[in-house]
Nanobody
């Protein structure tokens, strides 16, 4: 499955952005899906994940209470609503699929990374 992220941009601290991820080639079903982010020179890190039934969500501590992950299995999309953005949220954001939310939290993905979307938060 190939995933394409979009929705990034340049915003000021405190603003909101909504990222979207669309699957091509194969549906997200029955996989968990998640978001990761990467800054220049750093490893890609886990941000959020949601299971296939959209009953279980997991978040990195740094985004809890500010970011919300959702999915629409009919449209084959997942979204990441990002509120109260901080300069530390600046990164390239990627979406990926995995067997479970726990596996995604550990960085285990089964999809190609695809092209990310850049989020830049100015102070």
């Amino acid at each position: 499955v190939q995933l394409q992220a979009s929705g990034g941009g340049l915003v000021q601290a405190g603003a909101s952005l909504r990222l979207s991820c669309v699957a091509s080639g194969r549906a997200f079903s029955p996989y968990a899906v998640g978001w990761f982010r990467q800054t220049l020179g750093e490893d890609r890190v886990f941000v959020a994940a949601i299971d296939f039934e959209a009953e279980v969500t997991k978040y990195a501590d740094s985004v809890k209470g500010r970011f919300t992950i959702t999915r629409d299995n009919y449209k084959n999309t997942i979204d990441l609503q990002m509120n109260s953005l901080k300069p530390d949220d600046t990164a390239t954001y990627y979406c990926a699929a995995g067997p479970t939310t726990e596996s995604l939290e550990r960085g285990r993905v089964i999809s190609s990374w695809g092209q990310g979307t850049q989020v830049t938060v100015s102070s």
